[in-house]
């Protein structure tokens, strides 16, 4: 219980710093100290005692603590895991979002070691919802995941600029994207018939194998075709 207190009171002091900082900044940018006050909930007695003093290397270092204490401050708190699907501007952003996967592996790991059940993730950017595709994380994937990083962090540290990135580069599909950053490929018909112990050998067979198939895929996120309607080899190029 003393543990969680304490717990609580170190969130509590972040989340003050975090305020602190998005008040300066607002305040840097030319909102008014009213309704830096409204938007906080405090007085703007207190924002301009907060504020008064927020040079840019005031915002800068108060930035620098939060995100050293392990706290990242959020520059849009409307924002979501899916903002590094669509790509960074330049390679320190690439970095970040590396650094947010290592640790994502680093929680994965955690719960391995200390729970009973395995953790879940989805294969489909939160975009997709409600649709979704959920997936065991176990110990190889934690290992794939670490080695994709370090495969695109050691290209990110050869290059200058985002433009001279080759795999490391953000793909065109977000959804590409996220099967990529969780070292998930694409699926192919005979993997899925292997995976699933799925017989493909009768035209019946073929065909329902293949809609299962694009469902899965569907799924996945790999398609938008609906699987009934769409092509099937064993369906369609019978004459």
């Not at 300066?24 to 007695?45: D, I, M, Q």
């Not at 955690?110 to 595709?133: G, I, M, S």
Request: hydrophobic fraction near 35%.
């Amino acid at each position: 219980m003393l543990t969680r207190v304490r717990r609580a009171a170190w969130r509590l002091e972040q989340a003050e710093k975090e305020q602190d900082w998005a008040l300066a900044w607002a305040r840097a940018g030319g909102v008014s100290v009213r309704k830096a006050a409204e938007a906080a909930g405090l007085s703007p007695t207190r924002v301009h005692q907060l504020t008064k003093v927020a040079s840019a290397d005031v915002l800068e270092a108060m930035l620098a603590e939060l995100r050293a204490a392990g706290w990242p401050a959020p520059e849009d708190p409307d924002g979501s895991d899916d903002e590094e699907l669509s790509g960074r501007a330049d390679v320190t952003g690439r970095l970040v979002d590396e650094v947010g996967w290592i640790r994502q592996c680093a929680e994965w790991i955690d719960h391995l070691e200390r729970k009973q059940y395995p953790p879940v993730v989805n294969l489909r950017p939160e975009a997709d919802f409600p649709d979704r595709h959920p997936v065991v994380v176990d110990l190889p994937r934690v290992a794939a995941v670490l080695r994709r990083i370090a495969y695109d962090v050691d290209e990110l540290a050869r290059a200058r600029s985002i433009e001279d990135l080759d795999r490391a580069r953000t793909r065109d599909d977000p959804r590409t994207e996220r099967r990529w950053r969780l070292a998930e490929s694409d699926l192919t018909f005979a993997e899925f018939c292997a995976s699933t112990g799925t017989p493909s050998q009768s035209i019946r067979q073929g065909r329902d194998a293949w809609t299962a198939y694009q469902t899965e895929r569907r799924d996945r996120g790999e398609t938008d075709e609906d699987p009934y309607t769409a092509y099937n080899p064993s369906r369609d190029n019978r004459t």
